[in-house]
């Protein structure tokens, strides 16, 4: 039997071996990021299990786009950080982060220490709660199959003055990986679905016998290239009858990953993923020259309205520009027929490309520019 594990978990090891794992330099929250969150009709997350395919095309859309922000907290004087109901001094804080995600109203406060990432508590306006045991969210590097339980207690206040008091138990997966047809259409290959099951009880009743409190399914869709979730499904439960108080779900657009322009770790990765598919297209026997990729200049990038491309001709030849979404449609093309020998400059707007990465593709004559730009 154990022989029989043992070659069961190579098996998929090796099937996941291109994306298996969340780890801290791809996927830790950062400060400064920022998030593009919609709020969209509920669908059920599927089974667990690998080669699996999420539908989540066409889905309606509930409310509009909203932001989350991930900032550090400000310094009291030179030295001094208050954290939600602990207070830090800067000299202490050489080996973790700090962190604050604001939601709407809400702020959750983070904490990095050791590689691991902890949840310590969160604020709204109407409730403050901080856990005597912090909940642990994501350890250094998470593994397809592995389980992180957390047990917590929590106190806190409601409304100014009625204290609050609960405890429960948490329990994070990353349980499927597949492929995700995303609402837009778009299709992502490399997909980790992560699976959090949390269980909140009255303070004086922690039996999960008892059927009282309520459970709450998070599931969260990681693609490769993107330090945070792609799609995300929430569920609560009410424990004592098992009724379904609410379900919905979150799309995160990646071409809205506006983070990755300072992300060098995930763009090598998106970076990877075109040059062993996408690139494929392209023959494998064209030479660019120095002098060529030395005479060709794109800017800006990222790009907002107007992408401008400049360029250098020697003889008659023939220009193409043509501009590739990634999922490899054209999405713009421009033939100039033939140039005779000077400087060119090409002005492309951009104003109704939707956010995201493209391919510019620059072709003269017998010479070809592939290059990475992204719209704001």
């Given amino acids: 039997m154990k022989k029989r594990t043992s070659l069961t978990l190579l098996l998929l090891i090796s099937h996941l071996s291109t994306f298996g794992q969340l780890k801290k330099e791809f996927n830790s929250i950062r400060s400064g990021d920022m998030l593009i969150k919609q709020q969209v009709e509920y669908k059920s997350p599927g089974k667990a299990g690998i080669d699996i395919l999420w ?27 208050v954290f939600g109901n602990n207070i830090y001094y800067k000299k202490d804080l050489i080996d973790q982060k700090l962190i604050i995600a604001t939601e709407h109203n809400t702020m959750y406060y983070y904490q990095i220490k050791n590689d691991t990432l902890f949840q310590l508590g969160y604020e709204n306006p ?10 642990i969210i ?11 339980n957390s047990n917590y207690e929590s106190n806190g206040i409601y409304s100014g003055s009625e204290k609050i008091n609960y405890s429960g138990e948490i329990k994070t997966q990353i349980d499927a990986s597949g492929k995700m047809i995303l609402p837009s259409g778009d299709t992502l290959n490399s997909v980790l679905r992560v699976k959090t099951t949390q269980f909140i009880f009255n303070s004086q009743d922690s039996s999960t016998t008892q059927k009282t409190g309520s459970e709450t399914e ?29 379900a919905t779900a979150f799309y995160f657009p990646p071409q809205e990953h506006y983070y990755l322009d300072k992300d060098p770790n995930n763009l090598a990765q998106l970076d990877s993923i075109w040059n ?9 026997d064209i030479q660019i ?3 060529f990729t030395k005479s060709c200049i794109i800017y800006p990038n990222p790009v907002d309205d ?3 491309v400049k360029f250098k001709t020697s003889g008659k030849k023939n220009l193409s520009l043509m501009i590739y979404t990634s999922t490899g449609q054209i999405y713009k093309k421009i033939d100039k027929g033939n140039l005779t020998t000077g ?33 704001k």
């Avoid at 993107?226 to 009724?243: A, M, W």
């Avoid at 062993?276 to 494998?284: E, K, R």
């Fill in 218 to 246: 998070y599931n969260r869709w990681y693609s490769k290239g993107y330090r945070y979730p792609v799609f995300e499904t929430v569920k609560n439960i009410n424990l004592k009858d098992s009724t379904v108080v609410f």
């Fill in 126 to 135: 109407s409730i403050k709660a901080y856990y005597s045991n912090p909940i």
């Fill in 306 to 308: 107007l992408l401008t």
């Fill in 55 to 81: 539908d989540f095309r066409n889905l309606k859309t509930i409310n509009e786009e909203y932001t989350i922000s991930y900032t550090s907290p400000p310094l009291q004087g030179d030295s001094i950080i």
């Fill in 138 to 148: 994501m350890p250094e590097n998470f593994d397809f199959g592995q389980v992180v």
């Fill in 276 to 284: 062993n598919s996408f690139f494929d297209q392209f023959p494998n």
């Fill in 343 to 375: 400087y060119y400059t090409e002005i492309i707007n951009c104003s109704d490309l939707p956010s995201g990465i493209y391919l510019i593709k620059v072709t003269i004559g017998d010479q070809i520019i592939n290059n990475k730009i992204i719209k």
């Fill in 289 to 291: 020259s120095n002098d």
